[in-house]
């Protein structure tokens, strides 16, 4: 089974990064959560521009962090956004909503085992 997040990545970045990786998961729990809302909002107001914007951003950072899925399912509204597509997207924002809380409960785990 595929964890949230690349387990063996996070412990490379914790050799070579020591404590200062808590600081950089931490971060990413912290900007998220706005990732996610500014996607919704973009969603709502029919802005595919703020749509591509703030998924290629959730794709970046969530990559970064060793995330396994969340990139390509934010990479899906990123396309979506570029594509000029802000409607059907239902789906889509379920999947990746989902898929980031898990993200951020395994992250938030792994911190306290730090």
């Known amino acids: ?5 690349d387990l063996d990545n996070l412990n490379m970045l914790r050799d070579v990064i020591g404590d200062d990786l808590k600081e950089i998961l931490q ?8 990732a996610m809302g500014n996607i919704k909002k973009a ?5 595919a521009t703020d ?3 703030h998924a290629h951003t ?3 950072s969530s990559a970064n962090i060793g995330a396994t899925r969340l990139p390509q399912l934010a990479l899906a509204l990123e396309n979506a956004g570029k ?3 802000t409607k059907g ?3 889509e924002l379920a999947a990746v909503e989902a898929e980031n809380q898990v993200v951020l409960k395994f992250l938030k785990h792994y911190i306290e085992q730090f």
Not at 1 to 5: F, N
Not at 27 to 34: E, M, T
Not at 43 to 47: F, G, H
């Open 1 to 5: 089974m595929t964890t949230a997040v």
């Open 89 to 91: 997207l239902e789906s």
């Open 43 to 47: 969603i709502a107001l029919d802005n």
């Open 83 to 85: 594509a000029g597509q």
């Open 27 to 34: 971060s990413f729990i912290d900007i998220a959560p706005d």
């Open 58 to 60: 959730l794709k970046g």
């Open 51 to 53: 749509l591509r914007l």
